[in-house]
């Protein structure tokens, strides 16, 4: 294990079962239909590209960067689009993929942003969902974990762009953050 972990939250093993559940689920709901996945970068890359492969659909990608935490570990309340989409989602299903619903600030506003655009229908798949720290309101239609008050890395997930590889979710160890 990384020295830097504190200890395992969800093993690669569990990881894999969620997200084919996931993957499941999106191929029912959205049966006959072919949605524009949009992930949000960077955190959201390894699951997406883990649960696309569990879909069986049409379907078309598309990503957003956002930021609203810098190089800490509380979100600074406000967002900032860094790269927008390619696509029209006029008249599109829309699911975004995200990694982790903490304060809610990042999807409350991305929600808002995108509900303007016209989407047919518009939709959050979170794979992690830490309720402990909401600010806004935000309805996901399915979460893979919830988790508890702490800060997690891996999968995709990072701390100052660090730990993004790591095939588990970890529990980062304060010492590492200066917590
Ligand atoms: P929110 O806007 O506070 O909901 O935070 C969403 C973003 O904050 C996520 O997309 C992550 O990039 C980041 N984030 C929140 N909690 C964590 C964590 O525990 N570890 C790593 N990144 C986190
Ligand atoms: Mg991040």
């Known amino acids: 294990m990384n020295p830097d972990i504190e200890s395992i939250l969800i093993s690669e093993e569990e990881l894999g079962a969620k997200v084919r559940e996931m993957g499941e689920e999106i191929t029912r709901r959205y049966a006959g239909r072919e949605p524009l996945f949009?992930?949000?970068?960077?955190?959201?890359?390894?699951?997406?590209?883990?649960?696309?492969?569990?879909?069986?659909?049409?379907?078309?990608?598309?990503?957003?960067?956002?930021?609203?935490y810098g190089a800490g570990t509380e979100?600074?309340?406000?967002?900032?689009?860094?790269?927008?989409?390619?696509?029209?989602?006029?008249?599109?299903?829309?699911?975004?993929?995200?990694?982790?619903?903490?304060?809610?600030?990042?999807?409350?506003?991305?929600?808002?942003?995108?509900?303007?655009?016209?989407?047919?229908?518009l939709?959050?798949?979170?794979?992690?969902?830490?309720?402990?720290?909401?600010?806004?309101?935000?309805?996901?239609?399915?979460?893979?974990?919830?988790?508890?008050?702490a800060f997690v890395v891996g999968y995709g997930l990072d701390y100052d762009e660090k730990y993004r590889n790591l095939p588990y979710i970890g529990v980062l160890r304060p010492e590492v953050y200066g917590g």
């Open 38 to 68: 949009v992930g949000v970068l960077k955190g959201s890359f390894v699951f997406m590209a883990d649960v696309l492969r569990c879909i069986d659909l049409p379907c078309s990608v598309d990503f957003m960067a956002v930021s609203s």
């Open 75 to 121: 979100s600074s309340g406000r967002v900032r689009i860094d790269k927008d989409l390619g696509h029209d989602i006029k008249g599109r299903d829309v699911v975004i993929l995200e990694d982790i619903l903490d304060s809610g600030t990042t999807l409350h506003y991305l929600l808002k942003v995108l509900a303007e655009r016209g989407p047919a229908s």
């Open 123 to 149: 939709a959050v798949y979170t794979l992690l969902d830490k309720p402990a720290r909401r600010k806004k309101e935000v309805k996901a239609e399915m979460t893979g974990f919830t988790i508890p008050d």
